[in-house]
Structures are given as C-alpha cells and as structure tokens.
C-alpha cells in the first residue's frame, strides 16, 4: 500500500508565479478545469470570510456569531484557465428543531455531487468535536476503509487552515502537524483570509483538484443566489451584528417584492423580518426605531450594487410563532 504524501503550501515560500511572461504561458498550456467544491468547517471557522476573499466580493454573510450562515450559497470564481463553484454550507451542528434537521439536509444536498472538499480547521483553535464529526460525516459520504483498514476517498480532501494570523511561526507549524495526524489530507494549506495571506494559494491548490471541463457560468456571475436572497442574507446578518447576543435564531428574513422606479425615484425593495415572539419585535426595532434606521443605513450600498441601481429597503417587523418548528412557515420563508 502506497504512503500519501501530504503537501502542504505555506506562504511565502510558493514556486514560481514572479515572471510574469513564464506564467502567461503556463496558463496557456494548461487545459482549463472546472468544478464544485463543498466548503464544510464547523460553525465560526471563516467559511464566509474565505469565500468573499476567494469570490472577491461579500456574497455569504460573514458575522462574529456562529452558525449564521443558513444557505448554500455558491460563490464563483472565475479564471482564465478554470472556474469554480463554491458551494458554503450551513454550520454543520447536531439538529434539535425541524429547521436543524432542514439545516443538515442543506448540507447533504450541497456535499452530493462536488469534485473537492475544502475542510475548514481554525488555526487558532484545537481539533474538536466538531470537527471530528465533520470528519465521520465526509467519511461516511466520500470515503471506505480498505483491507488494510486505510481510509480510501474518492473526492479530493482538503485540509484549509484558518486564521493564522492569530498564530506565530512555531504554533502554524505544530498545528499543521496536528492536522496531518487528524486525516489523511490531500493537501494542508494555511491561510488568513482577513490579512488576505495565502488566499491565492488556496485558490490554486482547489483549481488543480478541479478535473477538465469547460467554464460552467459566465465570467461576470459571482454567485447563482437571486438578488431576493442575498438582500435577504444582507439583512439578517445585519440584524445579528446589530442585536449583539439577542435571538440569532428566531430571527428569519424573506424579500417579499422588488418594485422598479418610477420617474427617476429608487427601486423599494420590501422585505419582512420574522420574530418567534410578539415581545421580540421591540428588540428588533429598537428604541425610536433606531435598529431600522441604522441596517437600512449600513446595507445601502451593499443593495445599491446587488441590484444594480438606486434602492431603498422598506423593512416590515412581524411575528410569526414557532416558525422554528412549523413546515409551511419553514417552507415559505425558504428552508
Ligand atoms: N483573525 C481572523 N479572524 C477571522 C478570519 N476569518 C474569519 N475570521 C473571523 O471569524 C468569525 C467567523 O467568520 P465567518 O466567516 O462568519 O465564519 P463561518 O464559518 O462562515 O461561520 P458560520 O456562519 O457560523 O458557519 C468572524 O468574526 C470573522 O471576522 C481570519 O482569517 N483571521
């Protein structure tokens, strides 16, 4: 039985892309790949700022609190020589509502069907449960033990390690050993995606575990997310930052209309935001609707380039009990 040898590509020490007549025709020569990569980490691990800093442009929300990614959205980017579709997945956590059970289906659904998989591990933290029940799940899909009792993929496994900014030389290398012992890794590579170290590395480390294929979306395409839904995304993660601890999860958002200018005004986009609790709209609103104010403030820009015109956001606060564990509530607010 063969050894795998792991690679692992740190920063700064990566051959030759510094001529840039050499690496023009290198592009040339290469056939151009395409392919879907499944970005699974546990909750909190980076997974939206990694793909903004990968997409170059915020698609999924990136917040402090965990678990606030709740869609699979996919981000793409394109290259000359290869494209690939990110697909994110929601925190990958241990279901306790119907929306939980809703949750992991996402995430079953996005991992069916991709070329690699990108395990997010935090630099900064030890290897924990989470993970580890990340790694029996990938198992479990992508994976079965040979006779020796090895664990054969048929996906390319990528350990992406993240946030080592926080960590000094000698920590980033006894981590990557950790995550060497941890799997058996394609490929280990760090990265920082907020001081943006190492994220083109990432990048072509994913292209070339991409097979041959033609390019899937057009070049201008970022993400295959309706604008509908990632103003949706925009609010709500701007609701969480706004509201510190306070309900990160009974709080739902939908677009419920885009309404076009008229006679040189804005585009009115409606949206409503779903509380649990008649005792939560207050909190959501704010003192002289201060809340309100400040989101619709904070995303102008933000709904301004998503659509691709002047717009102005009408948020409508409403309480929609136990949506958490109703089906048809569930369904219409896109779960
Ligand atoms: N220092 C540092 N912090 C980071 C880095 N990447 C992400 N973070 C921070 O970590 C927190 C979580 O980042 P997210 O990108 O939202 O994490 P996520 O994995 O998408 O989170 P979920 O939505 O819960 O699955 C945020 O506060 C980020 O600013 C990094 O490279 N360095």
């Given at each position: 039985m063969k050894e795998k040898n792991i690679e692992v590509t740190v920063p700064?020490?990566?051959?030759?892309?510094?001529?840039i007549g050499e690496a023009d025709e290198a592009v040339a020569d290469q056939p151009y790949r395409s392919g879907f990569v499944a970005v699974v980490g546990r909750p909190n691990v980076g997974k939206s700022t990694l793909m903004n800093a990968l997409v170059g442009r915020p698609i999924a929300i990136a917040s402090s609190r965990p678990e606030t990614t709740r869609k699979a959205i996919r981000g793409i980017v394109t290259d000359p020589h290869a494209q690939l579709v990110l697909v994110d997945t929601p925190g990958i956590h241990r279901p306790r509502t119907l929306l939980g059970q809703r949750l992991n289906d996402v995430v079953d659904a996005s991992l069916?069907?991709?070329?690699?998989i990108a395990f997010l591990l935090p630099g900064d933290q030890v290897i924990g449960p989470g993970d580890k029940r990340i790694l029996s799940r990938l198992r479990s899909d992508f994976a079965r033990k040979d006779k020796d009792g090895k664990w054969q993929w048929r996906k390319p496994l990528i350990a992406v390690v993240t946030k080592?900014?926080?960590?000094d030389r000698d920590s980033l290398v006894s981590k990557l050993i950790e995550i060497s012992a941890f799997a058996d890794f394609d490929q280990i590579v760090p990265v920082s995606a907020l001081t943006e170290d190492n994220v083109q590395e990432v990048k072509q480390v994913l292209i070339d575990a991409m097979p041959v294929g033609p390019q899937m979306y057009p070049e201008d395409q970022l993400t295959e997310e309706r604008p509908e839904d990632l103003i949706a995304e925009l609010v709500r993660g701007a609701f969480l930052e706004e509201l510190d601890d306070e309900l990160p999860h009974s709080l739902a958002v939908t677009v419920d209309s885009i309404e076009p200018p008229e006679d040189g005004q804005k585009a009115q986009v409606h949206v409503s935001i779903y509380v649990e609790r008649d005792s939560q709209k207050p909190i959501i609103i704010g003192h002289r609707a201060e809340h309100l104010v400040r989101v619709k403030k904070k995303l102008r820009t933000a709904v301004n380039r998503t659509l691709g015109q002047k717009a102005t956001l009408d948020l409508h606060v409403k309480v929609a009990k136990n949506w958490q564990g109703d089906p048809k509530l569930l369904q219409k607010l896109g779960f």
């Open positions: 700064g020490n990566n051959p030759g892309t510094s001529n069916s069907d991709v070329d690699a080592i900014d926080r960590l």
